[in-house]
């Protein structure tokens, strides 16, 4: 059964700072990897779809990598802003029209 | 504007009144799914959708019943609800591609208190 691991569980850095969020998934047969955003109370945002056959896709400050062999997704962010402070989620979407999450990363940015 | 609408946005209601949560999308996306987000177990699949009148069970369909007898519209039905299914509710659509789906769109949710 395919699981979703997202480290840390929270986050807090000071304005500025570039920063990495982890996603791993425990069978390497998806289809595709997304990220969201998503506020307090509110709704999910989508950042970026990575297929499986892509390593990488990139929108602004953020570029999300996918490594299937290994069961990993990262999700960079550069130069963080308060703006950027959310839960970020990673959903794993299999073959079989599942769609997978994993429990999020609370973001934190200090002005 | 290209979007997923949820309806209500907020319902409190009893134990064993049946209730339905409507998801309507503009997108003529053939894939729409339910999800509900939990403090601690995050967001899992209750039901989804490829097409109309085809739906298949998520992770946690206990209790749910969906149907899909229009493109656009995707319905959430609690036929007998319980406290358990205090929820945040979520509608997701997205195009259907040959082996799974595109970027998943979602709604803004329903926040679903049973007691």
């Known amino acids: 059964k395919q699981e979703v691991t997202q480290i840390p569980a929270a986050l807090s850095v000071p304005e500025g700072e570039n920063l990495v969020l982890n996603c791993s998934f425990t069978?390497?047969?998806?289809?595709?990897l997304q990220w969201f955003r998503q506020d307090p109370g509110k709704g999910l945002t989508s950042l970026l779809l990575i297929q499986s056959s892509q390593r990488e896709q990139t929108s602004g400050r953020l570029n999300a990598s996918l490594d299937k062999s290994s069961g990993r997704s990262t999700l960079y962010i550069a130069a963080s802003q308060p703006g950027d402070s959310a839960t970020y989620l990673c959903a794993v979407h299999t073959g079989g029209f599942k769609t997978i999450f994993g429990a999020g990363t609370r973001l934190f940015v200090k002005a | 504007e290209a979007q997923v609408t949820q309806n209500p946005r907020y319902l409190i209601t009893v134990t064993g009144k049946k209730l339905t949560v409507t998801c309507s999308q503009n997108m003529n996306h053939e894939y729409m799914s339910w999800y509900r987000q939990d403090p601690g177990l995050g967001l899992r699949q209750i039901y989804y959708s490829m097409n109309v009148e085809v739906t298949d069970k998520g992770d946690v369909p206990e209790g749910y019943k969906v149907s899909r007898k229009e493109k656009r519209n995707f319905p959430l039905i609690l036929e007998s609800p319980s406290p358990n299914q205090t929820s945040l509710y979520f509608c997701?659509?997205?195009?259907?591609?040959?082996?799974?789906?595109?970027?998943?769109?979602f709604g803004p949710g329903t926040r679903l208190t049973v007691l």
């Open positions: 997701a659509s997205s195009l259907r591609t040959s082996g799974g789906t595109d970027t998943q769109y």
């Open positions: 069978d390497s047969a998806i289809y595709n």
